[in-house]
């Protein structure tokens, strides 16, 4: 068994990671070692992805046990750079971690003065007089390269950087020349974010936590006053707007409010948000405060100047976008759907509840003739019902049905319309011959034959629908 991992007190005690366990007790008797677990070491640094998500949208991890945050337009929002890791590392004090932070025009030589150098802060235009001074192993090669590199009397970057690159590339791999000048900050290969951030986002950093719903719905209108600017600016709306809410502890919330246009008005949003947070199955608990709030706007679409008129009539559709908005604030974006054609043959299958904000698919609804009688019915039997059907010819529509304990004497009928059940599916379905049937009560009925006669096992009458 070995060491993983040592904190700063074990490593002034002379202990290093990779050291035997047996090691390790011997030189302090009174060691405490806990088992390794990646897991959750993980899991846990997933988790201050999201806490340190609150410096910058754009936050990746950088393993095995680090973060890389591309704050380009952030430091402004904390006083400048050195607000910014100030305030990074009172974050880290507050999770009980100890952090060692660097800043550098790349992620690439951020990483190393932050890994194998001093870290702080790199004058501007002095990332490649620092990254000099660096030792080799920032390079992060095979133990074999870097004790190759060694013994030719290189110590820093600074001594590979003076060597000519193309005895380098031979003896280490292609790639070498470039992950110095990485190194170096001469090449900026941007990091990739742990979740793309949305196109606009809006920032408050606030001097004293809130924790009052008034306080929080203020700064919720003051965003979103940003946020129309901004959107107006461009000529967009947004359909899709995501609240994040972070506390004074690191925890963090967000609630994410779908529309069904576009929109940036304000009030209409601040209104809609008033709505989602007052129905929240689990509340917004602010604990000791939420010291930051940050808008998002996303599926961004173009959102024109719109010139009324004096006899222009009331868009009815706006009203009804209006109401699917506020009961999906209300109920949650998973109670409002809406009916979207799906490409099947099968009744059961041409069609599929979305939510009402969803995007729709690829397949369109079939024209219809309004002066024509509907060939399918709005009502569908999932699954369809069997009813005792009695048929004059084999392949004729049935004389009289008995359904629900009635019997029904069929005047009119049309059809058969025949279907067949895809071949790419299992388990398939036996072919069906549908009828569109009106008893003497004037009751309509979409009835279907599956099977057919001399089949083994004999065929079946079901009823599918009703016609209104």
Do not use: N
């Not at 689990?282 to 961004?300: K, Y």
């Amino acid at each position: 068994m070995r060491l993983a991992a040592v904190d700063a007190e074990g490593l002034a005690l002379g202990l290093a990671p990779d050291m035997t366990l047996a090691d390790a007790r011997a030189q302090i008797p009174d060691l405490e070692a806990w088992p390794h677990d990646p897991g959750a070491d993980r899991v846990f640094l997933d988790h201050l992805i999201e806490a340190f998500g609150r410096f910058s949208p754009m936050v990746a991890g950088d393993d095995p046990h680090g973060l890389v945050l591309d704050v380009t337009g952030c430091a402004h929002l904390f006083g400048g750079e050195a607000g910014l890791m100030g305030a990074v590392q009172a974050l880290s004090r507050r999770l009980g971690l100890g952090a060692r932070c660097a800043l550098a025009r790349t992620p690439q030589t951020a990483r190393a003065l932050a890994r194998f150098g001093p870290g702080g802060i790199a004058p501007e235009g002095q990332d490649a007089a620092l990254a000099r001074h660096l030792p080799v192993a920032a390079m992060e090669l095979d133990p074999r390269d870097l004790q190759a590199i060694r013994r030719a009397g290189l110590k820093t970057l600074g001594d590979l950087d003076a060597r000519p690159r193309a005895p380098l590339a031979a003896r280490f791999g292609a790639d070498f020349p470039d992950r110095l000048d990485r190194l170096m900050g001469r090449v900026d290969v941007r990091i990739t974010p742990h979740r793309a951030p949305p196109p606009v986002v809006v920032d408050r950093v606030l001097a004293e936590p809130i924790t009052e719903t008034g306080a929080v719905h203020a700064v919720i209108a003051d965003l979103l006053a940003d946020m129309e600017r901004q959107l107006e600016t461009r000529g967009l709306g947004a359909r899709r707007f995501i609240l994040g809410l972070y506390r004074l502890d690191g925890d963090i919330r967000r609630i994410a409010l779908s529309t069904a246009r576009p929109v940036r008005d304000t009030g209409t949003v601040l209104r809609l948000f008033r709505e989602r947070l007052a129905a929240l199955a689990r509340p917004v608990d602010p604990g000791f405060g939420f010291d930051h709030l940050r808008m998002g706007a996303e599926q961004l679409q173009v959102l024109g100047a719109r010139q009324s008129a004096f006899d222009e009539r009331g868009d009815h559709s706006q009203a009804l976008d209006a109401l699917i908005d506020q009961l999906s604030a209300r109920l949650g974006p998973e109670a409002v759907v809406r009916v979207t054609p799906v490409a099947s043959h099968l009744p059961e299958r041409s069609s599929r509840r979305i939510p009402a904000h969803a995007a729709p698919g690829g397949a369109v609804w079939p024209p219809t003739d309004p002066e024509s009688p509907p060939l399918r019915p709005l009502h569908l039997f999932d699954p369809p019902q069997p009813v005792e059907a009695l048929a004059l010819a084999p392949d004729s529509p049935p004389a009289r049905f008995r359904w629900r304990r009635a019997t029904h004497r069929v005047i009119r009928a049309e059809g058969p319309e025949r279907i067949a059940t895809e071949w790419w599916r299992a388990p398939r379905h036996r072919v069906r011959d549908y009828y569109r049937v009106e008893d003497e009560e004037g009751r309509r009925f979409w009835l279907f034959r599956a099977g057919g006669y001399g089949e083994d096992p004999p065929p079946r009458w079901y009823v599918h629908g009703l016609f209104a």
